[in-house]
Nanobody, 118 residues
Framework: QVQLVESGGGLVQAGGSLRLSCAAS????????MGWFRQAPGKEREFVGD????????YYADSVKGRFTISRDNAKNTVYLQMNSLKPEDTAVYYC???????????WGQGTQVTVSS
């Protein structure tokens, strides 16, 4: 089993920054690719970005490229999502996910709310 707990969400003005954290525990969490997703009200969940288990490779959705940065500290079993230049359209519940022994994300956190005011 793998448990994922997100934190760091909140209310921020447009143009501001937030850093989300995802603390992982359980088997092989530090050797798994990790991803961030978000879901806005009335919309489907969408991919934000991901990071390889080593941290050497990252990939971002076009909508956040250049503004968001994903990093990880395997010693702390934690993945981060640094969000800069936030826009109202970034408002959503943000989820982290882990691909443990799988090509697909098979473990999910409970989510943390990010609200960007205009």
């Amino acid at each position: 089993q793998v448990q994922l707990v997100e934190s760091g969400g909140g209310l921020v003005q447009a143009g501001g920054s937030l850093r989300l954290s995802c603390a992982a525990s359980g088997r092989t969490s530090s050797s798994s690719d990790m991803g961030w997703f978000r879901q806005a009200p009335g919309k489907e969940r969408e991919f934000v970005g991901d990071i390889s288990w080593s941290g050497s490779n990252t990939y971002y959705a076009d909508s956040v490229k250049g503004r968001f940065t994903i990093s990880r500290d395997n010693a702390k079993n934690t993945v981060y999502l640094q969000m800069n230049s936030l826009k109202p359209e970034d408002t959503a519940v943000y989820y982290c996910a882990a691909a443990v022994g799988s090509d697909a994300y098979n473990y999910w956190g409970q989510g943390t709310q990010v609200t960007v005011s205009s």
